[in-house]
């Protein structure tokens, strides 16, 4: 083993860093690196330095303690540079920065990214570009943002046989839902606040739609299955939807309603395996441990057979943590271009999906109903009529103004959606106002 006073004096190795963006996180990056530059060097010998910095307007006030050279609009420059020996990439977005990663790799450059929406769609390529030129492409910082998930997915937990994963990946869908179940505020209100505090993505439909949370879960099916899991194979549903009412009566049923994703491998009937990826809205018994997640924060709870499981849980959202996340990745990459060689990940197949009508849970559904005799038993024949069971029934307001408020036993999605179809053909029916999923204990 080597010995603290043996690191003190390890020789230092100079790494030349290129960044790609320089918004919220890489601003937050330059300042983490340049406070622990003295602190990284002693314990690891390295002896890091920002040489350039991509960004598209140069004359933005960044607050950044660097000379105003290190600065150009010009990222191929920095990628094509061969004084540098690691790039960085938090710009964002696809292009350009599928194709300056990829000649980045192919210059044998090690690169670390946290663009969870380019590695969702193009991660396979990407992954064997790295292979091929046999150096690093890291990425914690693209899922759960401070939260360590992406390593021990791919290292501790590489030889557990992972059956699913469940959590809350989108930092600003729970702060949202947080604020409008604890606080009252409303969704326009609480989407503003998120945005002001930096967690939201430039274009908030991207949080709120589920997009960013189903570009994550695609990140890690990919891991932890080790098959080609892209944001397209996730099906996905938002909060836009949900209402301060469905909120209200989930908690007076003992719930609260929390955007999950989950990421599931079982053996069919044929027995060939197959993987499942999704996010929605879902009620979450108040006792469950999810139920205890607020504000922009993440956890992911993982199931193995061997192991149990596990849950991580921190910071999913912010410069700072995802930074941080960053940073971990950086110091990784350079330690192993000193001793040259790279951490991969081998070819991946594409995976049989789960059909979604086959998937089973129990449902809350909120529907506005007539308010006279002989209404409840025509509703709960059809829930009988399609095979769907019923836990709980609540009538809730009178008159023009009544509803009934139903959660199911566990049933499969395809007869809900039956069931659905004709209560909406009942005419005491008015409507089917929220359907949602809700997780057992
Ligand atoms: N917009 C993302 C979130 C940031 O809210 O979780 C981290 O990817």
Known sequence: PVSRSSVVSMKSSSIRIGLLGCGNVGAALVQLLTEQHESVKRRTGLDLSIEAIAVKDLDKDRSIPLPDEVFTTDSASIVNNPEIDLIIEVMGNIEPARELILQALNLGKSVVTANKELLAAHGAELYSAAENSGVDLLFEAAVAGGIP????????????????????????????????SQDGVSFNEALKEAQELGFAELDSTYDVEGYDAGAKVAIIATLAFGVEVTSQDVQHEGISKITVEDIKFANRLGYCIKLLAAAEQKVNENGNSEVGARVYPALVPLSHPLAAVNGSFNAVFVEGDAVGELMFYGPGAGGRPTASAVFGDVIDAAGNLQRSHGALI??????????????????????????????????????????????????????????????THSSREKDLFSTINSLNSLSVVSSVDSVLRVIGD
């Open 149 to 180: 998930i992406v390593r021990p997915l791919r290292e501790s937990l590489a030889g557990e046989p992972i059956t699913q994963i469940r959590g809350i990946i989108n930092g600003t869908t729970n702060f949202i839902l947080s604020r409008m």
């Open 346 to 407: 081998g070819a991946l197949d594409k995976p049989n999906m789960i059909s979604p009508e086959n998937l089973e849970s129990p449902f809350y559904l909120n529907l506005k109903v007539e308010d006279q005799p002989g209404v409840l038993a025509q509703v709960a024949e059809v829930f009988g009529n399609h095979g769907v069971s019923i836990q709980s029934m609540e009538q809730e307001g009178m008159g023009s103004e009544a509803r009934l408020i139903f959660i």
